[in-house]
């Protein structure tokens, strides 16, 4: 349910283009306890003023000279994206009703206004406007849980798996070449239990800042869980840039963390797979990065590999 607060605090446009009815309409919402109440009495700016304000209800009358209140509804639909006009039509004209429900108002007042009818249509198309956007609001929260990982806000698997997909269609699409980075923690399960797993936690979302501040913001650094993380490199010039960029993560990587007062120390391992060198496929590519990896871990740690289409190819740092 939608509290008090809330209720109040929503946002109110009147739209009439005579004066005495915007006074009757604002002082009968002020009494209600309503603050954020505006009015307009030309209806060629209701949809600027909807695109910039987003309002939670709009009180429209139906007969203006000029434009009147169904060609306004006409504009507003190009503005909401999901065809939800929070519109309540207001008319003296009982044959207006089902017309302007037809047209995408969700309810109506008659004039000359019965206050206590008027508060009620209001707060219960408000109550139902204000459950609409909340549940919008729950299932976009939920869309990103389920793209993003919960502990450093970076993508998960899923969501990589779409943009390297992306990155590979496009590379295909212009003749270039993409990339792909798989990185794991030198030594990190040590810090966790001699530390504790807040420092680890604390450590997994430094590691992620400093990732996301190597590379280019086209690319897509992701957490596949634990201390293993993916870069997605959009779009490379050859095999000596992404060298150079795994050696830029690397040393990025090695640098002390502060962590609640104390220096830790953290290297990584990188292996690198490249498009269309290593595969054409999302999972080709990750397989052989993480190959890669599995070489740059058995060689010393703290260096990167990149795949060769037979075998693995070693290249010191």
């Known amino acids: 349910m939608i509290d008090s607060d809330t209720m109040l605090g929503a946002s109110i446009l009147i739209v009439d283009d005579l004066e005495t009815n915007v006074l009757l309409l604002e002082h009968m919402l002020s009494e209600a306890g309503y603050r954020c109440v505006t009015s307009t009495m030309d209806p060629h700016v209701v949809c600027d003023l909807h695109r910039a304000n987003h309002y939670d209800l709009i009180l429209l009358d139906l007969q203006m000279p000029g434009m009147d209140g169904f060609q306004v509804m006409e504009c507003l639909k190009e503005i909401e994206p999901d065809g939800y006009l929070p519109v309540l039509a207001i008319t003296a004209q009982p044959g207006h009703k089902l017309r302007a429900l037809q047209a995408g108002a969700k309810d109506f007042i008659a004039k000359p206004f019965d206050f206590m009818e008027a508060r009620t249509r209001i707060h219960n198309m408000l109550e139902v406007r204000l459950l609409y956007k909340q549940l919008e609001q729950y299932s976009h929260a939920l869309e990103s849980m389920a793209m993003h990982d919960a502990l450093t806000g970076l993508p998960n698997r899923r969501l990589l798996t779409d943009r390297v997909s992306l990155a590979i269609a496009h590379a295909h699409r212009n003749k270039s070449a993409m990339a792909v980075m798989y990185l794991d923690l030198d030594g990190f399960k040590q810090i966790n239990d001699s530390l504790g797993h807040d420092v680890g936690d604390m450590l997994l979302t430094i590691v992620a800042d400093r990732l996301e501040a190597a590379v280019r913001q086209e690319d897509t650094v992701a957490r596949m869980g634990g201390d293993e993380f993916v870069i997605g490199l959009w779009e490379i010039s050859d095999a000596d840039g992404v060298a150079s960029l795994a050696s830029k993560v690397i040393q990025a990587l090695s640098q002390p963390y502060r962590i609640q007062g104390r220096d830790v120390s953290m290297t990584a391992s990188v292996g690198v797979s490249m498009y269309p060198m290593h595969g054409d496929e999302v999972e080709t590519l990750m397989k052989s990065a993480d190959l890669a ?23 010191e740092r």
């Not at 010393?300 to 070693?314: C, W």
């Open 293 to 315: 990896l599995y070489e740059a871990k058995h060689s010393g740690k703290n260096n990167y590999r990149i795949a060769a289409r037979t075998e693995l190819l070693a290249i």
